[in-house]
C-alpha cells in the first residue's frame, strides 16, 4: 500500500525523462517567463552531479564556463519548466559527483568519450501521454464535426425560412 506522500509525488512525476549519467554533456531546454514574455533558453555543460534518479525530485547539476567563468545550475528533472534534455556526448567517469572538475581547465577538463546510440537516448516516449494526446485530439474533431452540422443545419433552416418568406410575399 502507498502512502499517501507517494501518491502525491508520483501524480507530479513525468510520464518519461532522458537517463542523464555523471560526465554528460547535455543540452537543457528551460521555459524563462520575463514579465508576460516566455521564450526557450537552452543551457549546455557537463553533468557533474545526478541527485535521486527515481524520485520526482531527481535533479542533474550542470557545469559550464561562460566568459571564462565557471556557471552550475541545478535542474529539476521533473519540473515543468524544463522542456527537454537532450544528451549530446556521453564520458566515462568512475563516480557520481565531479567535483574535481571545478579546478580543472583546458586540456586536463577532458574526459574521455564513449560511443553511445545518441537517438535512442535522447527519443523518450511518454505512451500514456500520447494516448491521451491521441484520445483529446480525437474529441475536439468529434465536437468540431458536430459543430459544422449544426451550423449547416441552421443555414439550411434560414434558407427555408427565407423561402417561406419569400413565397408569403406573393
Known amino acids: 500500500m502507498q502512502s499517501i506522500i507517494q501518491k502525491f509525488n508520483e501524480q507530479f512525476k513525468k510520464g518519461a525523462v532522458v537517463d542523464v549519467q555523471s560526465g554528460d554533456?547535455?543540452?537543457?531546454?528551460?521555459?524563462i517567463r520575463e514579465g508576460n514574455?516566455?521564450?526557450?533558453?537552452?543551457?549546455?555543460?557537463?553533468?557533474?552531479?545526478?541527485?535521486r534518479k527515481g524520485s520526482h525530485s531527481s535533479r542533474i547539476t550542470v557545469r559550464r564556463i561562460?566568459?571564462?567563468?565557471?556557471?552550475?545550475?541545478?535542474?529539476?528533472?521533473?519540473?515543468?519548466?524544463?522542456?527537454?534534455?537532450?544528451?549530446?556526448?556521453?564520458s566515462k567517469v568512475r563516480r557520481n559527483y565531479l567535483s574535481y572538475m571545478r579546478?580543472?581547465?583546458?586540456?586536463?577538463?577532458?574526459?574521455?568519450?564513449?560511443?553511445?546510440?545518441?537517438?535512442?537516448?535522447n527519443e523518450v516516449r511518454d505512451l500514456a501521454a500520447e494516448?491521451?494526446?491521441?484520445?483529446?485530439?480525437?474529441?475536439?474533431?468529434k465536437a468540431a464535426e458536430a459543430e459544422a452540422e449544426a451550423k449547416e443545419?441552421?443555414?439550411?433552416?434560414?434558407?427555408?425560412?427565407?423561402?417561406?418568406?419569400?413565397?408569403?410575399?406573393?
Open 66 to 90: 561562460a566568459s571564462g567563468v565557471g556557471v552550475e545550475k541545478s535542474f529539476m528533472l521533473h519540473n515543468p519548466l524544463v522542456l527537454k534534455v537532450e544528451v549530446t556526448k556521453r
Open 131 to 141: 494516448a491521451e494526446a491521441a484520445k483529446l485530439a480525437e474529441e475536439t474533431a
Open 103 to 121: 579546478e580543472r581547465t583546458g586540456k586536463s577538463a577532458r574526459l574521455t568519450s564513449v560511443d553511445f546510440d545518441r537517438h535512442a537516448v
Open 37 to 51: 514574455k516566455e521564450r526557450v533558453q537552452i543551457f549546455q555543460g557537463l553533468v557533474i552531479r545526478t541527485d
Open 25 to 31: 554533456t547535455v543540452k537543457v531546454h528551460q521555459k
Open 153 to 170: 443545419k441552421a443555414e439550411a433552416d434560414k434558407i427555408e425560412a427565407r423561402k417561406a418568406e419569400l413565397d408569403a410575399r406573393k
